[in-house]
């Protein structure tokens, strides 16, 4: 179990900026729900940069995506938001309410993140 610990550890730690700039990324591209394609494209083609192969549409939806590694059991599913808010522009690295564009939309509550 330790050697599990250590190795997603180290893969974590080892992708530890690219999953912030990809975090960051969302956050500066806020989509509200069913419209996130910038957001969709950017997850998706980072995934198929770390080898990942992807099924684009998933389900007949335009943003959404399918993504798998390996083969074989098990199976591990993740499920990834990263819609925004309408009207909920905010200001990245401030913890009070400071609208970036007012009347924008925002991320507040983490999905820039979720998605990562």
Aim: glycine share 10%; hydrophobic share 40%; charged share 20%.
């Amino acid at each position: 179990m330790q050697e599990n610990y250590a190795f997603i550890a180290d893969a974590i730690d080892t992708r530890c900026q690219t999953f912030t700039d990809i975090a960051d990324d969302i956050w500066d591209h806020p989509e509200t729900r069913f419209e996130e394609f910038w957001s969709a494209e950017r997850l998706a083609s980072a995934l198929e940069a770390e080898g990942f192969a992807l099924t684009r549409e998933a389900g007949g939806i335009p943003n959404a995506f399918i993504a798998s590694y390996g083969s074989g059991k098990p199976v591990i599913a993740l499920l990834g938001e990263y819609d925004a808010l309408a009207g909920l522009s905010q200001q990245a690295h401030c913890a009070t309410a400071q609208s970036a564009t007012p009347g924008a939309n925002g991320h507040g509550c983490g999905h820039n993140l979720l998605g990562t």
